[in-house]
């Protein structure tokens, strides 16, 4: 089974950015109570300009469902 990023996991670091957190993640799935990042859910920002950044998408099985 693969892994499932949750909001407060810390995204990857790349080009001259460093590794920030997943600040958003769904409301009613979770893992261990706390919600799962989805695709276009965002980090922290990690540039001199303000952005947000997608992250793949994470497959989650329903028994893990909150």
């Given at each position: 089974?693969?892994?499932?990023?949750k909001m407060g996991d810390i995204g990857t670091a790349?080009?001259?950015c460093e590794a920030t957190p997943v600040i958003s993640g769904s409301?009613?799935?979770k893992a261990d109570g706390i919600p799962?990042?989805?695709?276009g859910d965002s980090l922290t920002p990690h540039s001199p300009?303000?952005?947000t950044v997608p992250i793949l998408w994470?497959?989650?099985?329903?028994?893990?469902?909150a």
């Open positions: 089974m693969g892994n499932a990023v790349h080009d001259d409301t009613s799935v799962l990042a989805r695709q300009q303000s952005m994470v497959s989650v099985p329903p028994r893990l469902w």
